[in-house]
């Protein structure tokens, strides 16, 4: 029961397309990577991106407690830390224990930070992609990612290598939550029709 080479990319040309797709994504993300790092010292553009990196510095120290209070935030008394997004400071202190083998470096930690952004926002394409399978199909699947490919303005600028805030990966989460409720209302329509 061998399927010929015609049946197998009918059935299976979406996930080559959408690993170009995610693959140009990352690429074009990341190509002033070389801008932010100079003779060895990571730079980050904005302001946050520096918050956040002594928070996933601290957090990998200290695994997996958050700086609990920031004396550099609301100045000058301070202030207790749990107004920030922790959670993702949490991941990327992770990826860089995993990538570390549990002693990161500050290099490693820094490079992690700064590719992050990049690498959620070529993700992002994966959930538009089920998203609109989902409901249209994979060939519309594919354009949409498509089109997430060819977005620019906020969700390009906020993704770009170097922009290492929380707004990143907000597009990947919100796109993943939406495919949860697309499937959990395809599987109620399937078994409570």
Avoid: C
Avoid at 17 to 36: G, K
Avoid at 74 to 97: K, M, N, S
Avoid at 181 to 188: C, I, T
């Amino acid at each position: 029961n061998r399927q010929s080479l015609p049946d197998v990319l009918t059935d299976w040309y979406h996930i080559p397309a959408l690993f170009f797709i995610v693959s140009v994504m990352f690429t074009i993300r990341m190509q002033s990577y070389s801008n932010f790092i100079r003779d060895s010292e990571i730079y980050f553009s904005g302001n946050d991106a520096w918050y956040h990196f002594r928070e996933v510095t601290y957090i990998t120290e200290h695994w997996p407690s958050p700086i609990p209070f920031d004396v550099w935030t609301g100045f000058p008394y301070g202030q207790w830390v749990g107004q920030f997004g922790t959670l993702y400071d949490q991941a990327i202190a992770a990826v860089a224990l995993t990538l570390g083998v549990g002693t990161p470096t500050q290099q490693l930690i820094g490079k992690t930070l700064l590719v992050t952004p990049a690498v959620v926002g070529a993700l992002a394409a994966i959930p538009v992609f089920l998203i609109t399978k989902s409901l249209s199909g994979r060939v519309a699947g594919i354009f949409a990612s498509i089109v997430l490919m060819l977005l620019s303005g906020t969700f390009l600028n906020r993704t770009l290598v170097g922009e290492a805030d929380h707004n990143a990966v907000e597009p990947l989460m919100m796109a993943t939550a939406v495919f949860g409720l697309v499937f959990a209302l395809h599987k109620a329509e399937e078994t409570m029709p």
